[in-house]
């Protein structure tokens, strides 16, 4: 079968090359993929900045799709299964983070599209506990977009709890920025997004999804802006999602007192200037968040089951798996919202 392989380390490095389809034995469970998305650490894969543990190895680990073949001591899952999949693909097991199913935080854990080979082809390999079956009424295009759910589900229902008299900001409208907001507002909380002029169309979106503010930081003065919303003290709960320096230390002294800021977005760099003084001073709790575990991947497919978070109206394009090429480069153009390949 087809499949999108980093081949080594470095800028760009892939290219759609013929590899063995996966055979199912054990816990393990064959899926025919429906769609994947372009994660934007991906793109950091793409530019060489991602270190892959591994090369070469199949990209795509937000996925959807149908189960084609179980393992023997599979017992929960079988042929025809409309499914998901999280990421994990093989942990310790021992380790106290693998007894709490903090798997995202074991250090021997491997990935699927990382370690592991991913979900950028006809069929993908799983394990059975990774394996979630969707409802009747979640569409697999949704499904394939529970991955990212489930990295906003992380922060704004475990890590640091948006709650109804919260006054939210979301720093970024990207996918994942977007999907944040949905999951604040399915908590009842108000919920500013803010984003730069480029955004505008992201900003538009996330109103018709329902979220109270949209602020092009560009425009609008953002400080004035929350600090009017929120009787001078601050948002209560900052998502940052964007991966951006500037827009993380402008977002902190936004931050009230003892409030939570959450970094969900990647950085491109190891090491950032960070407002310190702001942390400390403002006493924040400043959390850091890695992924996913299972428990957040349970709240992502209640959420899109519900309704309550609409994970298809951020699909603004679908490529082909032999277009992968052209989907990585409309991604890092920076006009569609989500994209999606299609297996």
Known sequence: MKAVVKTEPGYDKMELREVEIPKASGDKVVIEVAYTGICGSDIHTFKGEYKN??????????????????????????????????????????CRFCKSKDYN???????????????????????????????????????????????????????????????????????????????AKAQGATVIITG???????????????????VDSQKTDLAEFVLSKTDGYGADKVYECSGSVFATNQALKLTAKQGHFVQVGMFPTESIDLDITSIQQREIRYIGCRSQKPSSWIKAIDL?????????????????????????????GGQEIKVLIES
């Open 196 to 214: 730069i002029t480029q955004d505008q169309h992201r900003l538009d979106l996330a109103l018709e999804l329902g979220v109270d503010y949209a």
């Open 53 to 94: 543990p591994q090369t070469p190895v199949t990209l795509g680990h937000e996925f959807s799709g149908t189960v084609v073949e179980v393992g023997e001591d599979v017992k929960t899952v079988k042929v025809g299964d409309r499914v998901t999949s999280e990421t994990t693909f093989v942990t310790c097991g021992e």
């Open 105 to 183: 935080l074991c250090s021997n854990r491997k990935g699927i599209g990382t370690q592991q080979n991913g979900a950028m082809a006809k069929y993908v390999l799983s394990r059975e506990e990774s394996i979630h079956v969707l409802p009747e009424n979640v569409s697999l295009k949704a499904a394939s977009m529970s991955e990212p759910l489930a990295c906003t589900t992380h922060p704004i229902m475990e890590l640091a709890p948006a709650q109804a008299d919260d006054v939210v900001l979301v720093v970024g409208p990207g996918p994942i920025g977007l999907l944040a907001a949905q999951v």
């Open 304 to 332: 899109l089951d519900s309704g309550k978070v609409d994970a298809e109206a951020l699909v603004t394009k679908i490529y082909p798996l032999e277009q992968w090429r052209e989907a990585f480069e409309a991604v890092m």
